[in-house]
């Protein structure tokens, strides 16, 4: 902004996140991420335990748990190769809050620039089985009033990119 560029943050939210992870990928993901294969089969089944009685082992074919120290440590590693989709701009990744940050001095091009990323996003969601949410994806602008004043009304997340009305 001292810069004199409008700036841009898409805030991205995905439709279950958790609940959404397809096993097949993750656990190759672990595996060139160097995770050993005694180490990756503990994350193929799950055993559960109601008042001291073990369920039987069952195969986990997609998810992670929600509300555990690990599920947001296991969906960062799911995304992990997120910013191999060649996104433009910075990304910030903390579990399934996504942030990607934009700055220019041309709107046209600060809007162009972020149609193609949701397009590249959406083509990395779709080939690990993810989906976005785009009623919660957001986008704001922070500038000086002067450039704001110039900026088409707030954009809306539509399946094919960005809407302006």
């Not at 990928?25 to 050993?36: A, P, Q, V, W």
């Not at 579990?95 to 990395?124: F, K």
């Not at 989906?131 to 110039?150: D, E, G, P, V």
């Amino acid at each position: 902004m001292d810069n004199g560029l409008i700036n841009a943050i898409l805030f991205i939210d995905l439709k279950k996140a958790f609940d959404t992870i397809d096993h097949e990928i993750f656990l190759n993901k672990l595996s060139r991420y160097g995770f050993k294969c005694k180490t990756i089969e503990l994350f193929r089944t799950q055993i559960t335990v109601v008042n001291n009685i073990p369920s039987d082992s069952s195969d986990i074919r997609c998810g992670v748990s929600q509300g555990s120290i690990l599920g947001p440590l296991l969906f960062l590693l799911y995304i992990n190769d997120l910013p191999n989709c060649n996104l433009i701009p910075d990304e910030h990744l903390y579990a399934d809050d996504t942030t990607l940050t934009y700055a220019d001095n041309d709107i046209n091009q600060l809007l162009s620039v972020m149609d193609s990323d949701l397009l590249s996003l959406r083509n990395w969601l779709n080939i690990n089985k993810l989906s976005l949410n785009t009623l919660k994806t957001k986008c704001m602008f922070i500038a000086t009033r002067h450039k704001l004043a110039t900026l088409p009304s707030q954009p809306t997340c539509s399946g094919h990119g960005w809407q302006y009305h």
